[in-house]
């Protein structure tokens, strides 16, 4: 098992920078790749960014050149500059284990990010 823990979300006005982090614990040695994910109401949840264990990094193109992922280890963190209103989400951490049959997802429990207009 792995257990993912964010920390970080809150209140932003619009133009401005926040940053996110999440750690995992348990089983780390499983993870391979770790990402951010958002979810809007009334929306479905999509990718933000992801970044595998050698540092291969993943962006949707709506926040390409504005956030930016890093990861040690176990520490994965999200920078989000110029954020939009339109960006206010709940933002999960996920961690993915190793691709074959017994590959999973962990999901944290999730921070919300507000950013006002």
């Known amino acids: 098992q792995v257990q993912l823990v964010e920390s970080g979300g809150g209140l932003v006005q619009a133009g401005g920078p926040l940053s996110l982090s999440c750690a995992a614990s348990g089983r780390i040695f499983t993870i391979n790749v770790m990402g951010w994910y958002r979810q809007a109401p009334g929306k479905q949840r999509e990718l933000v960014a992801t970044?595998?264990?050698?540092?291969r990094t993943n962006y949707a193109d709506s926040v390409t050149g504005r956030f930016t992922i890093t990861r040690d280890n176990a520490k994965m963190d999200l920078q989000m500059d110029s954020l939009k209103h339109d960006e206010t989400a709940v933002y999960y951490c996920?961690?993915?284990?190793?691709?074959?049959?017994?590959?999973?997802?962990?999901w944290g429990q999730g921070t919300q990010v507000t950013v006002s207009s």
């Open positions: 996920n961690a993915r284990t190793l691709p074959g049959p017994l590959m999973y997802d962990y």
């Open positions: 970044i595998t264990i050698s540092g």
